[in-house]
Structure formats: C-alpha cells, structure tokens
C-alpha cells in the first residue's frame, strides 16, 4: 500500500499524562524510558517498517522535549515535523491542528500511548481496497464493556459508536489507530474541542461516510496506567510485543551500559535497568524498569514498580505495584504496595512505612 500511495503519518502527543504522575512530571508520557527507550522511538520503528517516512507530531505539554530529543527525525531515517497545540483541542482538533503540515492524500493517526502490534501495512491495504473515507484499527478484547464498541457488518463497514454500556454487541473497540482520506480531516471543524469518538466519526456515519473496519486481534495496550506502564516495558523487553528499537537483545531482562548489577542479584520478568543505574547483592528486580541512575540496596525486593531517575530503594526494603518520582528515597526495611506512588525527591527514613507487621 505505501509503495503505491504516499502516506503521512501524524503522531498526538498532546496529553500530560496525568494517570502516570508523579512520572510525568519531568517528562511527557511519550518520552518516559520504555524499554530503555523512550517510548515513541519503539513507535517509530513500527511507522518506519510500514514505508512511511513523514511524520507529524502534535505536541502541547513539554512540548520541546520532543525536539530536543528526536530533532528533525534524520538520525532514525524519517523526516519528523512539530506542531505546537495552544489549547487543547480533543483527539480531532489535534488532528485538524497540524492539517497545514500534511502532504499525503491519506494520513495514518497514531495515538502517543498505544503499544500495538498490528499490521500497519494491512490496515493501510484494508483502506486503499476498500475506498474508504476513515479506516479505524478495531482490537477485539475479553471485556469489551470496559470501553465504547465499535460494531461492523459482514464486509467491516463500521455501523455504530456505541458507548461503555454493561452487554456490548461485539467485542471490537475503538484502538486509537486511524487512516483518513486528508479531506475528510480538513472538514473537522478549526479552533476548538472536538473528540473524534463522540463527534468526528458519528458525524460522518451520519452523513453517509465509508468508515472501515481493520479487525486485528494482536498485542494492544494503552499504557497510560502505572500498571499498564510497567507491563508493556516488560513485553518489549520480552519480545511479547513488536519493536525494533530495544537498545539490546529481547529477553527476560535488559541492562543499559553502564548499570552495575551484582553477580547474585535476580533479574526476571522483562525487567530494565537504566543507564548507571545500581543492583547491589541479593536484590530482585521482577517485571520492574529503573531509570537512569536509580539504585536498590542489598536484599531489596523490587516487583512491577517503576523507579525514577535517581531514586533509591534501602536494604531490605519491598516495593510491590510502586511508582517512585525521579530523586526519591525510600529506606532500609521500607514496604510500599500496590497503588503508592512517592513524590520526586521525597525521603521515607528506614523503617518508616510498613503494610505488615512482620519486621
């Protein structure tokens, strides 16, 4: 498909990431160490493979980062673009915001928090066949009553935007993944909100509009959660879930250079350890990603947590489901479970915070 049509492709990533803080408070979501490597960076190794080379991204919150770090796309072979949103404008209005940028008759749409392993060029092959005016990647998931459901009919034409409701008709939703004719995106209304779900898409199924549906049930997750943050690092790391961006070989852990890991350590689970960052003796690190600079003590038990840049853990000290900010301290004999989240550069002393009585 793309060596017969040109395609844009346009990356938003306007969010502040709000359900990830205190993470997100030095980076945006996008940009947070995923793999050992910023997230996008595994996204554009997938838009790179599909023969696409310009890229449009639509930034707001922190929105330098991005340049600073990706600058004008040459050094990962694509040509990448910037567009500053002012206010935010919904998942369309962001689209609409960088129309001036595109070239391409047909734009794929990326949402920034997606990982997924669909096939981009069938998806793109779905909407050249069919002459469709939207073609929308629909993931089938167990519980679709979780999200708005997307039914089609026997050739894939979407015929609803149905919202959460307790006994959804079909098991397809909305993966945030779409192809636009590049006219249809000049008539989404300019200058204010617009959601894509609740006006965009039942405004043209409405007006007799070709939406299509791409069906795929391969690897999906928004990883906007801490949880779902943890997770989707750990299925890059495994090999679980496509990218040709890790900075190392797939396996059960990954170490950056310059990590300093004691030989009697235990790394498991699709872990990552950032670069300098520091594993000392007896310690386990399960299904968990360090950033750069972070250190855990001795004995320390470390399982789906997320340390930030330079944080600590002390000797001994449990951390279960955690996320610590960049900088915080959590001391010897510490146990945090499940949903704690410590603030950047916080100190918890030794001992301090317990879910257990068992010291």
């Given amino acids: 498909m793309t060596s017969e049509v040109e395609i844009d492709a ?7 990431g709000t359900r990830l803080r205190p993470l997100t408070l030095s980076a945006p979501k996008p940009m947070l160490p995923t793999a050992g490597t910023p997230y996008l960076s595994h996204l554009f190794s997938r838009i790179r493979e599909a023969g696409i080379r310009h890229v449009v991204l639509g930034t707001s919150y922190r929105a330098e980062v991005f340049e600073e770090y990706f600058g004008d796309g040459k050094a990962i072979g694509l040509e990448l673009e910037y567009v500053v949103e002012e206010e935010p404008l919904d998942t369309a209005g962001a689209i609409r915001n960088v ?15 997606i990982i997924s392993g669909a096939d981009l060029g069938e998806q793109l092959r779905v909407h050249h066949d069919t002459g469709a005016d939207v073609t929308l990647h629909l993931q089938r998931v167990p519980d679709p009553s979780r999200f708005g459901s997307v039914p089609t009919d026997e050739t894939g034409r ?6 959460k409701t307790p006994n959804p008709p079909t098991d397809q939703i909305n993966a945030g993944c779409y192809v636009f004719r590049r006219s249809v995106i000049e008539s989404i209304p300019t200058g204010r909100r617009v959601s894509v779900e609740r006006e ?16 795929d049930a391969s690897y999906w997750l928004d990883v906007g959660t801490p949880e779902a943050f943890v997770r989707g690092s750990a299925d890059l790391v495994r090999g679980v879930a496509p990218t ?7 396996g059960d852990f990954l170490v950056l250079d310059g990590a300093s890991v004691a030989e009697d350590a235990q790394l498991c689970g699709g872990s990552t350890i950032g670069v300098a960052a520091v594993v000392g003796s007896g310690a386990k690190i399960d299904g968990s990603v360090l950033f750069d600079g972070a250190a855990v003590s001795e004995g320390a038990i470390v399982e ?3 340390l930030g840049h330079g944080a600590r853990v002390g000797a001994g000290a449990v951390l279960r489901g955690v996320v610590l900010g960049d900088g915080a301290s959590v001391g010897a004999g510490c146990e945090l479970l499940d949903g704690a989240r410590i603030w950047p550069d916080v100190v918890l002393p030794d001992g301090s915070v317990r879910f257990s009585s068992d010291a």
Avoid at 99 to 111: S, T
Avoid at 244 to 250: D, H, Q, T, W, Y
């Fill in 200 to 215: 965009t898409f039942p405004g043209l199924l409405a007006q007799g509009a070709h939406i299509q549906g791409f069906v």
């Fill in 244 to 250: 040709s961006a890790l900075p190392g070989r797939s």
């Fill in 99 to 113: 129309y001036d940028k595109l070239r391409a008759d047909h734009v794929i749409v990326f949402n920034g928090d």
């Fill in 304 to 306: 789906r947590s997320v």
């Fill in 158 to 163: 979407v015929q609803a935007f149905l919202e």
């Fill in 10 to 16: 346009v990356v938003l990533v306007g969010g502040k």
